[in-house]
């Protein structure tokens, strides 16, 4: 996943009028996985797990999302690092990252304690064994972390929780009310339908992003067999590829800054595509005339994962960030200023009613119309083991060829 978002605060952007506009909520529907064993596609490397917490080492080396862990450095009003360091006397050495694939990178070079990790990194990170098991009953909060988030497909395997979950979103269909009519339902309308947008779609510039196509055809297409849009065999990825190769003919352009996004609607250079809330309130902060919606197949999401390294030079500092950075006020703080819900419920007595109402923070069955990120793997993650499933690197591959 690419996610290079500016820094810079949200409440700043938006303002406390614009954080109080709330999308639909979802109803009721399936959601990706069930959440009760997480992957079992699988067995890991075995990798100890920590039993307790001893004396602190006085530093921690992060790896983060920009926006995850801030010291005031970009803003002297956000900053949630020098209170962890009071508290717990551990220097917090922090390392910002553009995208997953330089997070699994650096991780492999041993110098990090703590990844903040997207579900398109996080099981990388376990089968190669860089990251180890998660003692939940060592984090202070766990209790309050959604249990919606908990034990799924991208951060536990075989009911081992491999992180704490952090922050999550999902990714929307955005489009100008005033070109774009009638309101569109359905993601068909950009994908199969896309023609009529010809040269003012957008879409999200990563290879995680075939998901979105192999969701539209799991709803569309059932004579393909698609049950999980991670888990494609080759002929389903290949359908998948033909799908955004034809979008690519009507696509103005790929998009992975959040401001470039809102910039390209309100000079009308898009006009519909694939968004995340944020993007959406920013736009109508901006006057933009748009609107953001769940179609009626659901959609894909982002849940990130603080996870420990297996060779953790600092691991009591590593447990106490983890535990630190999931509680209400911290998760309230990171929220607002990135612009995601929150996997601390609680947070929501901090940001206010409004804010949870327009990410959803707490509400289950909006997240169960969400599909995850979560790495492909060889091992089909929908539980097939008479085929062979393609992986991360045939998906990055497949991207290369479709952006051409």
């Known amino acids: 996943m690419t996610r290079n978002r500016t820094i810079r605060s949200l409440g700043a952007l938006l303002g406390v009028a614009a954080l109080g506009l709330a999308a639909g909520c979802g109803s009721s529907s399936g959601s990706s996985d069930t959440g009760a064993t997480g992957s079992q596609a699988f067995t890991p490397p075995d990798v100890p797990m920590q039993q307790s ?7 921690v080396n992060i790896l983060a999302w920009p926006g995850y862990a801030e010291d005031g450095s970009n803003d002297p009003k956000v900053d949630w690092v020098t209170p962890f360091e009071k508290q717990t006397g551990c220097q917090a050495n922090v390392k910002y990252f553009g995208t997953s694939d330089e997070a699994v990178n650096l991780m492999k070079t041993g110098g990090y304690d703590v990844v903040s990790a997207s579900g ?5 990170l376990v089968a190669s064994g860089d990251v180890a098991p998660v003692n939940t009953a060592l984090i202070k909060d766990y209790g309050q972390i959604e249990p919606f988030l908990k034990n799924r497909s991208w951060n536990s395997v075989n009911g081992q929780m491999y992180g704490v979950p952090h922050g999550w979103g999902a990714n929307l269909l955005m489009y100008r009310t005033d070109q774009v009519k009638p309101a569109p339902t359905s993601w068909g309308a950009v994908f199969s339908d896309a023609s009529q947008y010809k040269g003012k779609v957008t879409a999200y510039d990563s ?9 539209y055809l799991m709803r569309t297409q059932p004579d393909l067999g698609i049950k999980d849009p991670y888990a494609l065999d080759q002929k389903q990825l290949d359908a998948a590829v033909s799908l955004l190769k034809d979008q690519k003919q009507n696509v103005s352009e790929y998009w992975s800054d959040y401001l470039k996004e809102v910039q390209a609607f309100q000079t009308g250079d898009s006009v519909i595509g694939t968004t995340w809330e944020v993007i959406r309130q920013v736009a109508e902060g901006e006057k933009v005339p748009v609107k953001a919606i769940l179609p009626t197949e659901g959609s894909t999401g982002w849940s990130d994962t603080w996870m420990i390294s297996a060779e953790a030079e600092h691991p009591n500092c590593a447990y106490a960030w983890m535990s630190y950075i999931t509680e209400p006020k911290p998760q309230s703080e990171v929220a607002q200023y990135f612009g995601e819900a929150p996997a601390n419920g609680e947070a929501c ?3 206010g009613a409004a804010f949870c109402k327009a990410y959803h923070t707490t509400d289950k069955a909006f997240s169960d119309k969400l599909f995850y990120w979560t790495t492909p793997i060889s091992q089909c993650l929908d539980g097939r083991t008479d085929t062979t499933c393609t992986d991360y690197g045939d998906w990055t591959q497949a991207w290369t060829e479709i952006k051409g």
């Not at 398109?120 to 990388?124: C, G, I, K, P, V």
């Open 120 to 124: 398109d990194a996080s099981l990388r």
């Open 53 to 59: 917490i001893g004396k602190t080492e006085g530093a």
């Open 349 to 351: 007595n901090i940001t």
């Open 207 to 215: 290879p995680i992003y075939i998901a979105d196509a192999a969701l």
